[in-house]
């Protein structure tokens, strides 16, 4: 028994509900996007984003759900992260959200780079901060971003759980083999050149909805996951554990992407350095924004790439053939990383929605056990769905992405953790 008899407490009163929203913030360098979760359904209660912050026609676009309203927007001048977030807060709270509400539970950020440190979703802290900050160096576009979202928004609701939830823990699981780079060992180990691997959030959530779709646990399935979007990265995903992906050090190894090359021979930049008299800062900016689709053929839109090579746009058909190339090698380097793969499913903007790249994609794999049925690729849908034939010895599947939904399950999972 108790040694200390708890005071009464009249029946009649309701004791308050837990809290049962999370804030899901992912602040990029001028941007940030928001989403408020009510977890006890999964239902979406507001999201929005504010964009261009710094600039004097920054916008700010909010979505309330159905039942709130309207979507609002209006453009204007948002000086820095610390206005675009109280930006979002005044439009949360004409919604009844506010902020200040004891329903929030959490706040959850996205953090692009965790390195080797966080193989797991963290709660805030000193030590974390200063660790987010130490990864500087390798994502310097994204860490101090996310680091500045986060300080600001602890800034609103000091007494909060701010967590986060990092692009690269889903990938932590890769063995050496896998994540090591063969360069000299201690030079790589000095400067922490490694591997690291991005979108894990994306490939955490698809492959396990993956073998959901299955009607399998996901310890029971193989499944090579290809996230397309305008970045692009695809991972080997064994019994739910990331065995290999194809972004390395920084997001631009891999795949063809929207305006990244993806691999290249390292003596490219040499080479560039040597013979064509670039700078460093030039080559990073040629191979990380003017390359991929863009540098290929001038857009970086997919639809606007099926278009021109549906109208006989031979510049355009080459940058299509180039990036299905990249990709089919990578599904047969999984295939065989994996040894048996029970699915291989698409996701993101382009792998949700562009069934030309599904079905070149996958053309001439038969052999591998991987086709598509052209009337189910061709139909639209928007939930998770088999576009194999029956009795495919490989299921392709479309499985939408959710990354704000997974680091809210993420980190309110973390916070409902007993101690
Ligand atoms: P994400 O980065 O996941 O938002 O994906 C953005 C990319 O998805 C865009 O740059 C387009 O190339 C592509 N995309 C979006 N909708 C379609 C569509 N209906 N057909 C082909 N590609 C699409």
Do not use: W
């Not at 064994?238 to 003596?267: F, H, I, N």
């Amino acid at each position: 028994m108790s040694p200390h008899p708890s005071p009464a407490t009249p029946s009649d009163e309701p004791r308050p509900a837990p809290p049962s929203r999370v804030l899901v913030l992912n602040s990029g360098s001028s941007s940030v996007k928001y989403r408020l979760l009510e977890m006890s359904d999964g239902s979406r209660l507001a999201s929005g984003l504010v964009e261009r912050i710094g600039e004097r026609t920054s916008l700010v676009r909010h979505t309330p759900s159905a039942s709130r309203g309207e979507p609002r927007e209006r453009t204007g001048p948002v000086a820095d992260h610390e206005a675009a977030l109280k930006a979002m807060a005044e439009e949360l709270d004409a919604d009844g959200l506010g902020l200040d509400s004891p329903a929030l539970a959490a706040i959850g950020h996205r953090v692009v780079h965790g390195g080797m440190h966080f193989t797991e979703p963290t709660v805030v802290d000193e030590a974390v901060l200063a660790e987010i900050e130490r990864l500087i160096p390798v994502a310097p576009l994204h860490n101090p971003a996310n680091l500045t979202g986060i300080r600001t928004a602890t800034a609103l609701r000091p007494d909060l759980p701010q967590v986060a939830v990092f692009d690269t823990s889903f990938h932590t699981t890769m063995p050496e083999s896998a994540a090591r780079y063969a360069i000299d060992v201690r030079t790589a180990d000095e400067h922490r050149v490694r591997r690291y691997g991005f979108h894990g959030t994306s490939h955490a959530y698809v492959s396990r909805e993956t073998a959901r779709l299955l009607g399998k646990a996901p310890e029971d399935v193989n499944v090579i996951v290809l996230h397309l979007g305008n970045g692009a990265s695809a991972s080997a995903v064994r019994g739910g554990r990331c065995v290999d992906t194809s972004m390395g050090l920084t997001p631009l190894e891999g795949l063809v992407m929207g305006t990244r090359s993806g691999d290249v021979d390292p003596a490219v930049i040499f080479h560039l350095t040597r013979v064509g008299g670039m700078s460093v800062d030039e080559i990073d900016t040629l191979l990380n924004k003017k390359s991929g689709l863009v540098g290929l053929c001038g857009d970086n839109d997919m639809r606007e790439i099926r278009r021109r090579v549906d109208a006989g746009d031979e510049e355009a058909k080459l940058a299509f053939d180039i990036y299905i190339h990249r990709l089919k090698k990578y599904i047969g380097a999984y295939y065989a990383v994996l040894g048996r793969v029970d699915a291989v499913a698409f996701t993101a903007g382009v792998g949700e929605n562009a069934a030309p790249v599904r079905e070149a994609a996958v053309a001439g794999l038969a052999g591998l056990g991987l086709e598509v049925d052209a009337g189910r690729n061709g139909a639209r849908g928007t939930g998770p769905r088999l576009i194999s034939p029956d009795g495919a010895r490989v299921a392709v599947a479309v499985v939408p992405t959710d990354e704000e939904m997974e680091i809210a399950t993420q980190t309110y999972a973390l916070v409902r953790k007993p101690n």
